[in-house]
């Protein structure tokens, strides 16, 4: 038996990373709190009133948001967990490089390799270089699981050959998103940090409308992930690669993997709409 790896949030590569982002943003944060409190009681850098008190109840909202986001995103790995593990001990006939391969000559794609890449939750296709790259345990196993991710992934490859316009609006986002995440973290700690001050808040909107990429991006990979999965399905059941019950595992599996892209995109909204209430109530505070 083949155990695949439990996925995490963002199971199939996006070429983001926002995890690392908005843990340094919660911790920065945290800081930044303790040191504001006590000197603008001191300095009288804000200012109390109907506005701050409004300031506070935004803020208090987007911390609810996070926190439910938060809770969306543990019930949906739990499931995930559970469901990876159920269905890596179901055997198929097919391993996932064969399934790869197959559901590739089917769709008429014949210039995409099928790779084997060592390391866990690798598994994804890159348009670059024209290459279904499996994880080594997706690629060797003949699991229903392996054969969801392969088929998966080969939904990217059917994608790039039929210019699927929203894979191709992501591709064109990355470059700009892994710029705009990286430069987000400085601009919105400035911005926070000068805000702290009783300075202006341009800089901590700027900051904001660069970490608003990633959200961005997170919404537009949910079509990109969902019909993926939705090709792959079609092809499992197209093709009688797995007869009707393994098929309606295959669909389990890939729903639920699909939705930590929902959970990623929900935790990315929920800090989105945070950072915005904070900044908001800073600057009520000072008017």
């Given at each position: 038996?083949?155990l695949?790896?439990?996925?995490?949030?963002?199971?199939?590569?996006?070429?983001v990373?926002?995890?690392?982002?908005?843990?340094?943003?919660?911790?920065?944060?945290?800081?930044?709190?303790?040191y504001s409190?006590?000197?603008?009681?001191e300095?009288?850098l804000?200012?109390?009133?109907?506005?701050?008190?409004?300031?506070?109840?935004?803020?208090?909202?987007?911390?609810?948001?996070?926190?439910?986001?938060?809770?969306?995103?543990?019930?949906?790995?739990a499931?995930?967990?559970?469901?990876?593990?159920k269905?890596?001990?179901?055997?198929?006939?097919?391993?996932?490089?064969?399934?790869?391969?197959?559901?590739?000559?089917?769709?008429?794609?014949h210039?995409?390799k099928?790779?084997?890449?060592?390391?866990?939750?690798t598994?994804?296709?890159?348009?670059?270089?024209?290459?279904?790259?499996?994880s080594?345990?997706?690629y060797?196993?003949?699991?229903?699981?392996?054969?969801a991710?392969?088929?998966?992934?080969c939904g990217?490859?059917?994608?790039?050959?039929?210019?699927?316009?929203?894979?191709?609006?992501?591709?064109?986002?990355?470059?700009?998103?892994?710029?705009?995440?990286?430069?987000?973290?400085?601009?919105?700690?400035?911005?926070l940090?000068?805000?702290?001050?009783?300075?202006?808040?341009?800089?901590?909107?700027?900051g904001?409308?660069?970490?608003?990429?990633?959200?961005?991006?997170?919404?537009?990979?949910?079509?990109v992930?969902?019909?993926?999965?939705?090709?792959?399905?079609?092809?499992?059941?197209?093709?009688?690669?797995?007869n009707?019950?393994?098929?309606?595992?295959?669909?389990?599996?890939?729903?639920?993997?699909?939705?930590?892209?929902?959970?990623?995109?929900?935790?990315?909204?929920?800090?989105?709409?945070?950072y915005a209430?904070?900044?908001?109530?800073?600057?009520?505070r000072?008017?």
């Open positions: 038996m083949c695949l790896a439990t996925p995490a949030p963002g199971w199939y590569d996006t070429g990373n926002m995890t690392a982002f908005i843990h340094f943003l919660a911790q920065f944060e945290y800081i930044l709190t303790d409190n006590g000197v603008g009681a300095n009288g804000f200012f109390g009133g109907a506005g701050g008190a409004l300031g506070g109840t935004a803020t208090l909202l987007g911390l609810g948001l996070l926190v439910v986001a938060s809770l969306i995103g543990a019930v949906v790995q499931r995930l967990k559970s469901v990876i593990e269905y890596s001990a179901v055997e198929t006939r097919l391993t996932g490089a064969e399934t790869a391969r197959r559901m590739l000559e089917q769709n008429g794609i210039d995409v099928v790779i084997s890449v060592k390391g866990r939750l598994d994804h296709y890159n348009p670059a270089d024209k290459t279904v790259n499996l080594e345990t997706v060797a196993c003949n699991s229903i699981a392996a054969m991710v392969a088929a998966h992934e990217h490859a059917v994608q790039h050959a039929t210019a699927y316009p929203w894979l191709g609006l992501r591709s064109s986002l990355v470059p700009v998103v892994n710029i705009g995440s990286r430069l987000g973290q400085l601009v919105l700690m400035a911005g940090a000068m805000l702290a001050l009783g300075t202006g808040p341009t800089v901590a909107w700027i904001l409308a660069l970490f608003a990429g990633t959200t961005v991006f997170a919404l537009v990979t949910l079509p992930e969902f019909n993926a999965s939705a090709r792959a399905l079609a092809w499992l059941e197209r093709n009688d690669a797995v009707s019950a393994l098929h309606d595992d295959a669909r389990t599996a890939l729903r639920w993997a699909a939705m930590t892209y929902v959970a990623g995109a929900l935790s990315s909204l929920a800090m989105l709409l945070y209430a904070i900044i908001l109530s800073r600057t009520s000072r008017d």
